[in-house]
C-alpha cells in the first residue's frame, strides 16, 4: 500500500484523513511542528521554507493542509500576512522538496474555492478565471508555491475546498462547525457560528441577504474525495471539492432550522457581521456557485449529496 505524507494534519480535514488512511491501510507519515511523539512523524518548520528531502524517501504523494486559520483573528496587517506566508512557506518547502528528490511524488495542496472571489450567481468551475479580493490574492499565490514539483514532472492537485460542514463534538458550542476552503478555521467566529448557534434557539435566519451562494460539502466527503484523488493518477490541477448542488445561504439556514424543528427566520444584518469581523465579513458574505465538475466527472460518489441528506447527518 502507498505511504501518504501529511502537512496540517491535526486540523479539522487533515485528521479525518489520518483515520480514513490508516482504516484502508496505507502509511502515514504526518510532518508536524512540534517534537516528534511517534515513528510516524517528523517535525519540520514550515517557516524555514525548507524540507530535507530524506524526509521523503518511500513517500508516494504529500497531501499538504497546512496553514493559518483564517477565522482565528480579526484581519490585522500582520495576521494577514501570516494567513499568506503560512500557505506559500509550507508549500514552496514541500515542492521543492519533491523536485528534489527526483522522484514522481504525486502532490495533493490545498486550495479554496476563495480563489474564485465573490461572483454571485455566476457559474464557476475548475477553468474560470480567478476572482479579487484578498482570499483570492491568496489562493493564488498559495497554489503558485506548488510549481516547483510541477516544473520537475510531478503529478499537482490542487484541492480548491468549499464549505466542510462538520459536526462538533462539544454540545454545549455551535450546532456544526465549517472550515471554509481551508481558510476558514471552525471556531465560534467562524462563518457558521451566528447562524449555527442561533439555530438551536430558533433565531437562525439569514446572514446578510442570504443570496449568496454557499459551496458545501461534509467532511466525510472531503475526505472520500480527497482518497479518489489519490487513487486516480490522471486527474492533475485544480479539482474543486464541493457538493454537486451549491445552495444560498437562507435555504442552509431554513435547511437547519426544519432538522431542528426551528423556525430560521431572523436575518444577521451584513452591517452586524461587518462590526464583529471586520473584514473578514465580506468573506463570508461572498457569493460562489462553484461546479464540481471534475469530480463528478470522474465518477466520484457522494454520501450526501444534497442539501437534505447533509443536514439530516449534521443534527443526526
Known amino acids: 500500500m502507498p505511504t501518504v505524507a501529511l502537512t496540517g494534519s491535526s486540523g479539522l480535514i487533515g ?40 524526509v521523503l524517501d518511500g513517500v508516494d504523494a504529500v497531501v499538504n493542509l497546512a496553514g493559518a486559520g483564517v477565522g482565528d483573528h480579526r484581519w490585522t496587517p500582520s495576521y494577514k500576512r501570516e494567513i499568506l506566508t503560512s500557505r506559500t512557506d509550507s508549500t514552496h518547502a514541500v515542492a521543492t522538496a519533491i523536485a528534489e528528490t527526483g522522484r514522481p511524488i504525486h502532490l495533493l495542496s490545498g486550495s479554496a474555492v476563495g480563489f474564485y472571489g465573490d461572483r454571485g450567481d455566476e ?26 514539483a510541477e516544473r520537475a514532472g510531478s503529478r499537482v492537485v490542487y484541492l480548491r475546498t468549499g464549505l466542510v460542514l462538520s459536526p462538533l463534538d462539544d454540545p454545549s458550542g455551535p450546532l456544526v462547525r465549517i472550515d471554509r476552503s481551508g481558510l476558514l478555521v471552525a471556531t465560534e467566529g467562524g462563518a457558521g457560528g451566528p447562524l449555527l ?51 444560498r445561504q437562507k435555504v442552509v439556514a431554513k435547511a437547519l432550522g426544519r432538522a431542528l424543528g426551528r423556525p430560521a427566520v431572523l436575518p444577521v444584518p451584513s452591517f452586524a457581521l461587518r462590526i464583529a469581523l471586520g473584514e473578514f465579513a465580506g468573506d463570508i458574505l461572498a457569493s460562489q456557485r462553484v461546479l464540481a465538475g471534475v469530480l463528478t466527472g470522474s465518477g466520484f460518489a457522494y454520501e450526501h449529496g444534497d442539501l437534505g441528506s447533509a443536514v439530516d447527518w449534521l443534527v443526526g
Do not use: K, M
Not at 20 to 46: I, K
Not at 125 to 144: H, K, N, Q
Not at 223 to 238: F, N, R, T
Open 197 to 247: 448557534r442561533a439555530a438551536r434557539l430558533g433565531l437562525a435566519g439569514p446572514l446578510g441577504s442570504g443570496s449568496q451562494f454557499w459551496p458545501w460539502i461534509t467532511l466525510p466527503d472531503e475526505v472520500s474525495a480527497i482518497l479518489h484523488l489519490l487513487d486516480h493518477p490522471e486527474i492533475v490541477g485544480p479539482v474543486n471539492l464541493v457538493g454537486p448542488a451549491p445552495a
Open 123 to 148: 457559474r464557476l468551475t475548475e477553468d474560470s478565471a480567478p476572482g479579487e479580493g484578498f482570499l483570492a490574492d491568496v489562493v493564488r499565490a498559495w497554489e503558485a508555491a506548488a510549481h516547483p
Open 15 to 54: 485528521s479525518a484523513l489520518v483515520d480514513a488512511l490508516r482504516e484502508r491501510g496505507d502509511g502515514v507519515l504526518r510532518l508536524v511542528r512540534r517534537p516528534a511523539r511517534s515513528s510516524d512523524e517528523v517535525q519540520w518548520d514550515p517557516s524555514s521554507r525548507y524540507l530535507d528531502p530524506v
